[in-house]
C-alpha cells in the first residue's frame, strides 16, 4: 500500500499556472486509476482528472484545454499542470492511485 505526499499547491494570480506532484513511496507501475480530485469550501468533492493505463484522459468541462494530468512511472509520481487558473479553480487538490489517497495541498488562486 504506497503511501502519496502531495506538493505543489499556493496562491496564485489569475491567469498563473501551478505544477502539482503526488509522489508515491512505491511503484506506481501496476496502477491504472489515476486520478485528481478538487474540494472547493462548502462543496462536494469533484473529480478533475483521470489517466488510463493506456495513456489517455479525461477532464471535466470546467478546466478541460488548461489542465494536463500526466504519470511518471520511473519517479514513481503523477502531475496535474494547470495553466490559466480562474478564481474558480480555488480548492484543496487530492490526488488519488487506486485507492489510495493523498492529504491534500490547497491551491489559491487570488489577485
Known amino acids: 500500500q504506497v503511501q502519496l505526499v502531495e506538493s505543489g499547491g499556493g496562491l496564485v494570480q489569475p491567469g498563473g499556472s501551478l505544477r502539482l506532484s503526488c509522489a508515491a513511496s512505491?511503484?506506481?507501475?501496476?496502477?491504472?486509476?489515476v486520478a485528481w480530485y478538487r474540494q472547493a469550501p462548502g462543496k462536494q468533492r469533484e473529480l478533475v482528472a483521470t489517466y488510463s493505463s493506456r495513456g489517455s484522459s479525461d477532464y471535466i468541462g470546467t478546466v478541460k484545454g488548461r489542465f494536463i494530468i500526466s504519470r511518471d512511472n520511473a519517479k514513481n509520481t503523477v502531475f496535474l499542470q494547470m495553466n490559466s487558473l480562474k478564481p474558480e479553480d480555488t480548492a484543496v487538490y487530492y490526488c488519488?492511485?487506486?485507492?489510495?489517497w493523498g492529504q491534500g495541498t490547497q491551491v489559491t488562486v487570488s489577485s
Open positions: 488519488r492511485l487506486g485507492e489510495q
Open positions: 512505491g511503484s506506481i507501475f501496476g496502477i491504472t486509476f
